[in-house]
């Protein structure tokens, strides 16, 4: 397909370029059906670039990392949810190499989502992105591989979400098109929980894959939802692999694949069923893996599943109260 020949370009051109500062984009996401799929692109920027520019970002100056004082000039006042955190980020280029002077999205205007994605943040209380979602968003539209290493509690479903919808919303198709993988039902249904709250705002439909008590009623009734057709998809890499060898699902068309729990998905003997249902999606996909850990064997895993990623390492300090 046209758009994803024109992703697979980006990428590339993307990943030869080095990690520098970032031109943050106008605007992710465009409505579905959109002639063409993906919306035009200027040629790559420092860091391989694909939307026009818009006003400079604020933040720290080049070298510094955020702090809450940082922050305290843009967080909305009179909110009572705490988005940020006081911790040290660290961002790693695909050689490992310590980024200085990353430029990110310090203030939710500054992220690339459309305006009633922004208002919905607003209405939940949030006063601006927490450091996992401000370092990992500009990444995300720059077609980046994404490592987030941080704890839960950090914002890290927002950190994909957003991103990834917006991603799946300037492209055409009937099938699935983002696809997030988690260890667990409840962490399945924790996800679409917010899932649901921004899909309207996308124009997107959602469908979950998942075990669980009333087995055979699950299965049921989430056949007759994927077999309707979604846009986004969030699931267990055991479902996902019956109902794709059931043909009930195609990932073909996933051209933005999250897996979230890294680490626990390899402590519960997952790894075959990813790699599985990563055979069967898009070849030029583009990944974003979290893990709360950084330990070796998930590293090694990281490395079959990701193309020249860039690393953004939030230290575990004081677990956030509002983004889960």
Same mark, same amino acid.
């Given at each position: 397909?046209?758009?994803?020949?024109?992703?697979?370009?980006?990428?590339?051109?993307?990943?030869?370029?080095?990690?520098? $500062?970032?031109?943050? +984009?106008?605007?992710?996401?465009?409505?579905?059906?959109?002639?063409? &799929?993906?919306?035009? *692109? /200027?040629?790559?920027?420092?860091?391989?670039?694909?939307?026009?520019? @818009?006003?400079?970002?604020?933040?720290?100056?080049?070298? !510094?990392?955020?702090?809450? !004082?940082?922050?305290?000039? =843009?967080?909305?006042?009179?909110?009572?949810?705490?988005?940020?955190?006081? =911790?040290?980020?660290?961002?790693?280029?695909?050689?490992?190499?310590?980024?200085?002077?990353?430029?990110?999205? !310090?203030?939710?205007?500054?992220?690339?989502?459309? @305006?009633?994605? /922004?208002?919905?943040?607003?209405?939940?209380?949030?006063?601006? +992105?927490?450091?996992? @979602?401000?370092?990992?968003?500009?990444?995300?539209?720059?077609?980046?591989?994404?490592? &987030?290493?941080?704890?839960?509690?950090?914002?890290?479903?927002?950190?994909?979400?957003?991103?990834?919808?917006?991603?799946?919303?300037?492209?055409?198709? %009937?099938?699935?098109?983002?696809? *997030?993988?988690?260890?667990? #039902?409840?962490?399945?249904?924790?996800?679409? %929980?917010?899932?649901?709250?921004?899909?309207?705002?996308?124009?997107?439909?959602?469908?979950?894959?998942? &075990?669980?008590?009333?087995?055979? &009623?699950?299965?049921?009734?989430?056949?007759?939802?994927?077999? #309707?057709?979604?846009?986004?998809?969030?699931?267990?890499?055991?479902?996902? %692999? /019956?109902?794709?060898?059931?043909?009930?699902?195609?990932?073909?068309?996933?051209?933005?694949? *999250?897996?979230?729990?890294?680490?626990?998905?390899?402590?519960?003997?997952?790894?075959? $069923?990813? $790699?599985?249902?990563? !055979?069967?999606?898009?070849? =030029?996909?583009? *990944?974003?893996?979290?893990?709360? %850990?950084?330990?070796?064997?998930?590293?090694?895993?990281?490395?079959?599943?990701?193309?020249q990623p860039v690393r953004i390492v939030v230290d575990r300090a004081d677990v956030l109260t509002a983004n889960q």
């Open positions: 397909m046209m758009w994803q020949q024109q992703q697979h370009q980006q990428q590339q051109m993307s990943m030869q370029q080095p990690l520098q $500062q970032y031109q943050p +984009p106008q605007m992710m996401g465009m409505p579905p059906g959109a002639p063409g &799929g993906m919306p035009p *692109v /200027k040629p790559p920027g420092p860091m391989g670039g694909g939307f026009p520019p @818009q006003a400079p970002m604020g933040g720290p100056a080049p070298g !510094a990392f955020p702090s809450m !004082a940082d922050l305290a000039s =843009n967080a909305g006042a009179g909110h009572t949810h705490q988005t940020v955190q006081d =911790n040290e980020v660290k961002v790693m280029d695909p050689q490992g190499r310590l980024v200085q002077g990353y430029a990110r999205f !310090a203030t939710f205007e500054q992220a690339p989502f459309p @305006q009633s994605i /922004k208002a919905e943040l607003q209405r939940a209380g949030f006063p601006a +992105p927490s450091q996992i @979602q401000q370092y990992t968003w500009p990444l995300a539209a720059q077609m980046r591989d994404t490592i &987030g290493v941080a704890a839960t509690g950090s914002g890290k479903t927002l950190a994909f979400l957003l991103p990834g919808m917006a991603h799946v919303a300037a492209q055409v198709g %009937t099938e699935p098109r983002m696809l *997030v993988l988690a260890p667990t #039902r409840e962490l399945v249904m924790q996800i679409a %929980t917010e899932a649901e709250q921004f899909a309207l705002g996308f124009r997107l439909r959602l469908g979950l894959a998942f &075990g669980g008590q009333d087995g055979e &009623g699950d299965q049921m009734m989430q056949s007759r939802v994927l077999r #309707r057709g979604v846009d986004v998809l969030v699931g267990t890499p055991g479902r996902l %692999t /019956k109902f794709a060898e059931a043909s009930v699902v195609y990932l073909r068309e996933v051209s933005y694949l *999250v897996i979230d729990e890294a680490d626990q998905m390899l402590t519960d003997g997952f790894e075959p $069923q990813i $790699q599985e249902v990563l !055979a069967l999606t898009h070849p =030029n996909r583009q *990944v974003s893996l979290f893990s709360a %850990t950084w330990p070796p064997a998930v590293e090694a895993f990281a490395a079959s599943v990701v193309d």
